[in-house]
């Protein structure tokens, strides 16, 4: 009776004495011991992969590791557009409609020349006060409120030449604030001025943009 180590701890088989024989060669052994030993040491590797997954060579063409592919167009991650971007997309003759117009004249007329974010804010604090139930409920209606906007010619809206670059971002800027593209630039904003005068309303200062100081 002999003792052998394989890959599953010791096992203890019977092997016939070859000393005892004095007939069997060494060799003889050898061969005898590998013929006893070798079913022991046969390894189900399907056994082996299921029982312990990091075993597993599953998809490895060549033996090196598997690296997971990751899906590009889903791992690009795009980049937030800008303000600037936004009115470029936008730029046009016309919003289509009067009470679009009627805003993109008051930032035209208001504030042209200043940041688009200052327009923007104009545009937006027209809109504020037509949800306000304080002032007219459309926009032509805030603009053309006596007292109210210091543009006005005999109570009307002069006109902007259209094919202007100022124009056409005006016009971007009124769709982008009709259609709250963009958030409150001065939140809550009831009202403005420029920034030359002091009219001490008394008033909560929110944003100070441009040419323009905004409060609600």
């Not at 079913?39 to 590791?65: E, I, K, M, Y």
């Not at 030359?196 to 409060?215: C, D, E, Q, T, Y």
């Amino acid at each position: 009776m002999a003792s052998f180590s394989c890959l599953f701890g010791a096992v203890t088989v019977t092997v016939p004495s070859f000393a005892a024989e004095g007939t069997a060669t060494a060799g003889s052994a050898t061969a005898m011991l590998a013929a006893v030993t070798a079913p022991l040491l046969a390894v189900d590797v399907n056994t082996l992969q299921n029982r312990d997954q990091d075993f597993s060579t599953a998809g490895q063409a060549s033996g090196s590791p598997i690296t997971p592919q990751a899906d590009d167009a889903a791992a690009a991650i795009e980049a937030p557009q800008t303000l600037e971007d936004m009115v470029a997309d936008r730029e046009a003759e016309t919003t289509g409609d009067e009470q679009g117009d009627c805003l993109a004249s008051s930032v035209y007329f208001e504030s042209k020349g200043e940041p688009l974010n200052g327009q923007l804010a104009v545009a937006q604090t027209i809109i504020n006060r037509t949800a306000s139930g304080r002032f007219p409920s459309t926009v032509c209606g805030v603009v053309h409120q006596p007292g109210q906007f210091s543009f006005l010619r005999r109570g009307e809206i002069p006109t902007a030449s259209h094919s202007s670059s100022a124009w056409k971002r005006a016009v971007a800027v009124a769709t982008i604030a009709r259609n709250g593209l963009w958030k409150q630039i001065a939140p809550a904003a009831l009202f403005f001025h420029a920034r030359r005068v002091s009219p001490g309303w008394g008033k909560v200062k929110v944003a100070s943009l441009g040419n323009h100081i905004f409060f609600r």
